[in-house]
């Protein structure tokens, strides 16, 4: 007898998401910033315990939940989801749009909003947990559901890892995970190789010496001197990185001074950079430091600088082979919607370590979630730059048909190695 596709299985294992949409709109309403997601980890376990198919783990690495579903002999797969939400004000007008206010974890008081849509790959999770419990029959071996905190300062899953994650569930022969992503709704795109940069991010204390505004010959003024470091960064990509290669290098902030007429002891930048290779990020690195030094010695600095990471993202790499046995059956599933050489994006993830950590095999796949009418109708106007994407506060995925694809990616993943 000819083995079932995933495709073929699912098809004659339909879920009905009506509820899924209702708790999609409860996790949106009330999202929790990064090492805040309690209640949003206990409403997964609970969801997760009501089919009594799940061994259960909860606080791991901070507010992680792992599900186990141990149905047979064959192989381990683990799913991914994240559940941290970002620091904005939403302004999407949505009818269950967020309000919520909550300290972060530096006990500062934020606004919260689920505007990179993690909130749609915890309810995709769930969705497909239900769908794989429902179908036991068709497949054998072991199904590993984790909801991951704190992807955003990119320490989560590093944090499950390091907390003794793979002492409570099975090391997994397969990791996946998926992202939703300002795409066509409907439509998934993975590649092999590197699909997500690895990310950088560090906090650079300039010193100087402060003073009256209008004695400027008696200070050392930290914000000219931000100033300069700001514009010469800009020439690193541009002068020192191969074109053909892939690199950023972003001010995200520049902190100093607190009046007009006085002249700071200190300024602080904030600087992100993106890569593909090792020996990118390296020289990137390389320069940025030369780069501030020389400027804190062509001021007078009194004081070296000082630098302080703040966040490091590893690159995402697909498993080649994994990967293509994977597009297969995408390809068949979702047809012409599947894309099997999708862009690979400056945008970075902590998903891979799950994998890494362990020496396992990782995939990565987006799925779009722009309302298709939306989405064609700026296409044909040459105006999709002008749809909101991902930490945008205007971000808001179309719950179907961007629902039923993340579910069925996830699942199909899933069975590709776990059917029978």
């Keep these: 007898m000819t083995r079932k596709t995933p495709s073929e299985l699912l098809a004659a294992n339909p879920l009905d998401l009506t509820p899924y949409e209702s708790l999609y709109k409860h996790f949106h309403a009330h999202p929790e910033l990064s090492k805040r ?38 192989k381990t797969v683990l799913l991914r989801a994240d559940m941290d939400a970002l620091p904005v004000q939403e302004i999407t007008g949505l009818p269950y749009a967020s309000t919520v206010m ?6 500062a008081e934020k ?39 704190d992807e955003e300062r990119g320490e989560g899953a590093r944090a499950m890892v390091d907390d003794g994650l793979y002492d409570k569930i099975p090391v997994p022969d397969y990791v996946f995970g998926q992202h939703v ?14 699909i997500m940069a690895a990310a950088d991010s560090l906090k650079i204390t300039l010193f100087g010496r402060g003073g009256h505004g209008s004695l400027p ?60 290779s090792v ?14 030094e020389a400027e804190c010695m062509a001021s007078g600095s009194p004081r070296p600088p000082v630098f302080t990471p703040t966040r490091n993202f590893p690159p995402t790499i697909n498993d080649k082979q994994v990967t293509a046995e994977l597009a297969s059956c995408f390809a068949e599933h979702f047809a012409d919607r599947f894309d099997a050489d999708t862009p690979r994006t400056n945008v970075s993830e902590d998903f891979s370590i799950l994998g890494t950590s362990q020496g396992r095999p990782c995939s990565f796949w987006f799925f779009g979630g722009i309302d298709p009418e939306v989405w064609d109708e700026a296409d044909s106007k040459d105006r999709l730059h002008e749809i909101a994407g991902n930490h945008s506060a205007s971000f808001a995925p179309a719950i179907q048909p961007t629902m039923k694809t993340g579910m069925d990616a996830l699942c199909v993943a899933a069975l590709t190695y776990l059917r029978k």
């Design 37 to 74: 997601e309690k209640a949003t980890a206990e409403r997964i376990a609970a969801h997760l315990a009501q089919w009594d198919a799940f061994e259960i783990h909860t606080r791991i690495g901070g507010h992680g939940v792992a599900g186990v579903l141990r149905n047979g002999p064959g």
């Design 102 to 107: 909550m300290q972060d974890a530096s006990g």
């Design 111 to 149: 606004p919260a909003m689920h505007a990179c849509g993690h909130d749609m790959h915890i309810t995709c999770l769930l969705a497909a947990a239900e769908r794989l419990v429902r179908m036991r029959s068709d497949w054998s071996g072991t199904l590993i559901v984790v909801f991951q905190p």
């Design 181 to 194: 992503m300002r795409m066509r709704a409907g439509s998934v795109g993975s590649r092999p190789g590197t």
């Design 217 to 276: 010959h008696q200070t050392v003024d930290p914000v000219l001197l931000a100033a300069n470091v700001v514009v010469r960064l800009q020439g690193i990509v541009s002068r020192e990185i191969d074109p053909s290669d892939l690199a950023v290098v972003t001010v995200g902030s520049l902190q100093a001074g607190q009046a007009e007429n006085v002249i700071p002891d200190t300024a602080e930048l904030g600087v992100d950079f993106r890569s593909v």
């Design 279 to 292: 020996e990118t990020r390296d020289k990137i690195l390389a320069a940025i430091k030369r780069i501030v």
